[in-house]
């Protein structure tokens, strides 16, 4: 955020807090290891508020559990802002010398009464409140979030909402304040670092940005390769749509099942001229490829780095040689570049991240050497003097300012695309659970007593509603397919709220339910509303 | 949390026993019905969590109204409570008083310890398994139930809407008979002190009326809280000091330096505990005391926590002590409510577990978890109950205090010898004519309390309980101080003072000591868990004869007992060894 994508704080400050908001995050169940670092907070004195539509098992932990409406975030932050503001509690010397667009901002949320903020989320007036003036009146305070803020029509928005709130109360750039979005694997940050993403280069740099764009061009030998940043996920599927996508390259990544809508994107791969699929498994996805390229696990039988939820690089060695006729991705890629036409030899990963760490100025500090002394750096560490950075944006509490300010945005409500209506009126939201993984391609090869296979969870009071009991099956429709599911009755849900994961596709194509409406900035599908009925399957009556 | 037992809903019956502690659910979130809150708000956290100390009382209400704890009500507490149900069957299967098992409403369980064995608690449980087949269902066996003094003992209990538990001793086959068949429970009969020469801890016994407080004012009582509350507490602390009593649990810490460390914690709040917990096989001197003199204890537990600046005080009772326990709450409902005592007492009841009588097993255990020894340092000085700094005083040492605040600490240090001040109370049992409590100066042979107790033809005296050690008669003109009996080797412990005459089977005895230990270690350390395991099976092998060679066994058992003493948390590995080692090597048991 304001320039930097990662998380501003580290896992200590977590636990050294005063108050920490988990927002739209179930994270003792999907980020484990956050929450014994959060928890360790807590035990220690620090508050907990969890705002998500599920009482989840982290908001058991919780001291406040606000059960907002899906998609309902920005109606409630724009509110709590209101309300810190109203309050005095506004931190009006940071705003003044450090943000920018703070009027428009104040503008923006004036609207957004506890009145209506309560009928937007169904919380209480008077708890948005107490939240409200908690978060403000922390000497620490932390926000926390996950797939809850991040899988909306509008996830940018929604991100921008809680931003603001850090912003108000100067809780950004001090030791104990942040806001941070936690990642779901050990190198979800690291892939967007090295530019796993449409408009960025290694680094984080902006591709469009000439002196950039040059500066790699002139370290890879006068290399050409685009100026203009490429397509995201959900545009490349749109590309496969209209035509102009035809051949695709996949690496570790499962889109046949893990694409929201999942007809509509199992037609679209199917329908490429050449799919190429790298992976350390057969998935879905790689079983539809024309050229399947067998790849070394990057945890245990390669060379490498990771970069976690805290900036913190990590060094990642091979503690095993790969199967037979699986390779590593850095072997794979040079040797494809070979046939293609250029020799770019065959480096080993030592050599690719110092290459890295010559046109990446947040990298340029971490040898291997100062990894592994340090037990990994957090970014960034612009030189091998460095130690590299426990908070992000110190800056802004500099005198004066150093960098450019962070800006507010002012962001409205926006509900779900996926309306309830009368013939789909229960909301279905997807998320995870401990014991399962995505898609299931890496966890459902083994057992777990608490794995209990995919279900509708609904709550009592709507399985009594509908007549069905726990275990049924019953056919759950949305706008855009059905599928067959057993019934768990769930008393944490509340009725009109339903749930179900996308772990067992084979089970059950949950994404089938799911809409494609995508945040037109950050690529991601709104997998958290879809609007659903449940019809039970009428009994067949025997052949006689 | 998310995690559920397997077992299906709690009964009605269980939730309302568990409401009755905690008040009514407020919300879906604790365990009640929805309300149209609870979809979008839950408060919850660490409020909730803050009331995980409640855990035991819990435990004891669903068992007391259902005989058991099932899986459903455990569900239902732990809702309640916050508590991962994992966790809280941890708890639930840690105290021997809580069932897991469905059990009749009626439980009967019969002492087989080492005092009733003396008095044909054997032959008992003998008669009972052959009627009513083996201990664990309808009748079960327990360890010392502190009646030593009217052996052999039983404990009855009626689970229901009106719980109903009472001790019974002597305790006879026919009256077990008609208490299994749903006949009345024998009244329990009042205590009468054996003959003994002018008793000063234990004058008001027998004279005051225990459930009365004018007929303890008349007997003098709350004077000392009333002299306390006008010298201050800097005074009482030093009088405390000058009269160099040692703490009469068991350790024989210097009192006076115990209270100045509290009192000089600079944490807050501080806590005072009193530890009630009596259950060193062959020690009953802590119930007679409370079902006694129960306002003196509460009196001393005033007076202490005024030394020391305690906002808080909790006493610790063993679950065997029906009567005692009643007594002491309505003692302390008594002083509250008279405006004498300011202090805020609770009193918790164990749930059959000898360790927690030590000192962080009990704190851990009215926290609500299992009664695991916690390391020391730190102490509980520093950081006790709940992490605060903590005052822990037996029964006994707050007794000696209410007399130390009126006559002085110089006056109190004049009793006894110059190391071990005051009167120190003793508990006969065994093969004694006149079984009983007998308070005595410090420094007196053991064989003028024997003489006095009624024991004859002396095979051996076991001093201080289980964790003691065995006399010979050779040995029994040892002063009855805590520098004499060192000296020797021994230890006054708990002050329980059992004897066994010629015709004691003392290897059943050791037996059953071995027994004792192996089923009371907490298991938390490897030394004590296996240690006392291994003591057993080794002593089972060596009385049945087989193998032979008694020395290399002998060899292997002191082996077993030096690494237990290095090495285990507590004292209750530490000295579990103690015992055997001397019937072994002392009395020469086995002839090796």
Known sequence: MFGAGGGTSSYQEAEETDLIILWGSNARETHPIFFHHLLRGVRGGAKLIAVDPRRTSSAEWADIWLGIDVGSDIALANAMAREIIHAGLAHTEFISRATTGYEEFARCVEAYTLERAEAETGV???????????????????????????????????????????????????????????????????????????????????????????????????????????????????????????????????????????????????????????????????????????????????????????????????????PAGARDDIDIICELARRLGSDWGHPTAEQVWDECRSLSPMHAGMAYRRLEELGGIQWPCPDESHRGTQFLHARLWKHPVEGPRAPFHAVEHDPPVDRLSEEFPIRLTTGRRLDSFNTGVQTNEYTSPLRKGEALLISPEDAQRIGVEDGECVRVSSRRGSVDVNVRIEPTLRPGLAFMTLHFPDQVSTNILTIDATDPKSGTAEFKASAIRIDKIPAQVPAS | MDIRTTGGPATAEEMAAVDGLLGEPESLWEGGERRGSDDHLAYGGRATRSRRHLLLPVLHAIQDRSGWVSRGALEYACRRLSIPPAEAYGVVSFYARFGLQPRGALSLHVCDDIACKCAGAEELCAALENAHGPSGVVWHRSPCLGLCDRAPAALVERAGMQHKDRQIAPFTLAQAESILGGGAWPEPATYSMPRQAQPKLLRRIGAVDPESLESYRLHGGFTALGRAEVIGSDAVIREITESRLLGRGGAAFPTGRKWESVAKAAARPHYLVCNADESEPGTFKDRVLMENDPFAIVEGMAIAALATSCEKGFLYVRTEYPLARRRIENAIAQARAQGILKLEI???????AYICGEETALFNSIEGKRGEPRNKPPFPVDVGLFGKPTLVNNVETLLNVVDIVVEGGASFAATGTKDSTGTRLFCASGHVTRPGIYEVAMGTPLRALLDTAGARKVQAVLLGGAAGSFLTPDQIDVPLSFEGTRAIGATLGSGAVLVFDDTADMKQVLLRIARFFRDESCGQCVPCRVGTKRQEEILERMLGGRDGDGRSDVLLLSDIAQAMRDASICGLGQTAANAIASGLTQLKVLNV
């Open chain 1, 124 to 322: 209480p007036a008077a708890a948005i409140k107490e939240v409200a003036l908690a978060y403000a009146r922390a000497e620490k305070g932390m926000i926390c979030w996950t797939l809850g803020i991040t899988e909306h029509h509008n996830a940018t928005d929604n991100v921008l909402a809680l931003i603001n709130l850090g912003l108000l109360t100067g809780k950004v750039g001090r030791y104990g304040s942040g806001l941070n979005p936690l990642r779901g694997q050990n190198n979800v940050q690291g892939g967007g670092d090295m530019g796993a993403i449409p408009a960025r280069l290694p680094g984080f740099q902006d591709l469009e940005d000439p002196e950039i764009h040059d500066k790699f061009a002139r370290a890879w030998g006068g290399a050409t390769f685009p100026g203009r940043k490429g397509w995201h996920l959900s545009e490349m599927f749109e590309a496969m749509d209209r035509g102009d996508l035809s051949s695709l390259y996949i690496v570790g990544e499962n889109p046949a099942r893990s694409e929201a809508d999942q007809g509509r994107a199992v037609r679209l791969l199917g329908g490429l001229d050449h799919l190429v699929v790298q992976d350390i498994f057969l998935t879905h996805t790689a079983q539809m490829a024309h050229v399947v390229l067998p790849a070394a696990a990057g945890w245990a039988e390669s060379e490498g780095t990771v970069t976690n939820s805290e900036r913190r690089v990590q060094r990642v060695r091979r503690a095993l040689e790969p």
């Open chain 2, 346 to 352: 609770e009193v918790r009841r164990g749930a059959g």
